[in-house]
């Protein structure tokens, strides 16, 4: 099952584990494509995964096995819930299945190196969805970085706040949530070397709102502001800045707005979706554009635009935060290897 043996120029079979809120999304990806055939959907609740396939015309499952053995997937692309993601992927991997996982891999950093060593020992494709990477304004801003638009890179500054998602965690704030936090700011501005961590728990007795100062091996400095204490109605809930010597590039709402700003001008030059572009300014559509990247990798036996690895990469530094906080000292972030 492994590999993209066989599904050059073809469709590729996706199954979706997951009859969940997101999980909608995944099946209306995989059904609305031209080159894939969703052809399956499995659940817990047998009831709300057959009103699920009979919405995209598929078959549902409420036994994985079964998934596996009659609807044989090329791809599996799961959207389960955020604490229970390893069982069931390290059965998926020890099967043999390539896969396309929703964030976060998981919370424990054991449970990661068994998924990963798992899929190592498979040749399994693993992937993971780190959307956010593929909005408008950060794919122009990882441009203007990448072209030295911006010169040195001397601060980052992440902030996301909206209702809690209670989870049985205490850090599900800082694990499921800000892991794209975590990553954004790592790919945009290389690795994180140390953090030092605040944390609050002004509603519901977990650490729901978390400040971290960040250092990045470049010498650069940031900030990460997390919290579950906050609401997505509010405008400018979430926003990126990306500071250099030469320019500073901002980001708004993931999706609403790309400014950059270059050094001693006055004026500055603003990307925002016009009337036609509806795509662009989609939050759902930044997982589309992940997916076109995922399978073009899958057909052409290629790894990953974002490897599996990135998400461990992401709770290795949750880890290391909750370590400062419990510490009340600034501790190192592990080093980085090839994949994460």
Not at 91 to 104: D, H, I, Q, S, T
Not at 146 to 155: I, K, Q, V, Y
Not at 168 to 195: K, M
Request: some cysteine; charged content about 20%; proline content about 4%.
């Amino acid at each position: 099952m492994s590999g993209a043996t066989g599904t050059k120029g073809g469709r590729i079979r996706v199954a979706v584990v997951g009859a969940g809120g997101w999980g909608a999304q995944h099946a209306r990806i995989f059904a609305g494509r031209h080159d894939t055939d969703l052809v399956g959907v499995l659940g817990r609740s047998p009831e709300r995964t057959a009103a699920r396939a009979q919405e995209y015309d598929t078959t549902p499952y409420t036994d994985l096995g079964r998934l596996l053995e009659e609807a044989r997937p090329d791809l599996v692309s799961v959207c389960l819930p955020n604490e229970d993601h390893f069982e069931v992927t390290l059965r998926l991997l020890e099967a043999g299945a390539n896969l396309l996982v929703e964030k976060p891999l998981v919370f424990d950093l054991d449970e990661a190196d068994r998924l990963l060593s798992a899929a190592d020992g498979s040749g399994s494709f693993f992937a993971i969805n780190f959307n956010h990477r593929y909005s408008e304004p950060f794919l122009r801003a990882k441009a203007a970085v990448d072209a030295g638009e911006l010169g040195r890179l001397t601060f980052l500054t992440w902030r996301f706040g909206g209702e809690a998602n209670r989870q049985r965690s205490p850090h599900a704030n800082l694990i499921e949530t800000q892991c794209h936090g975590f990553d954004l700011l790592e790919h945009l501005g290389g690795p994180i070397e140390s953090v030092m961590a605040q944390m609050g728990n002004a509603t519901y007795g977990a650490y729901s709102t978390v400040a971290i100062a960040l250092t990045f091996t470049s010498d650069a400095v940031g900030t990460l502001l997390g919290s579950y204490d906050s609401s997505y109605a509010y405008p400018g809930t979430q926003q990126v800045e990306i500071n250099g010597t030469l320019g500073r590039a901002v980001v708004d709402d993931t999706v609403r707005r790309f400014t950059l700003s270059r050094a001693g001008e006055e004026t500055r030059s603003v990307w925002e979706a016009g009337y036609f572009n509806d795509e662009a300014r989609s939050f759902h559509a930044t997982f589309d554009r992940h997916v076109e990247e995922v399978l073009a990798a899958f057909r052409a036996g290629a790894s990953p635009p974002v490897p599996a690895a990135a998400g461990r990469r992401a709770l290795q530094l949750a880890h290391a935060t909750i370590a400062s906080y419990e510490s009340g000292r600034r501790v190192p972030a592990p080093k980085t290897t090839p994949g994460d």
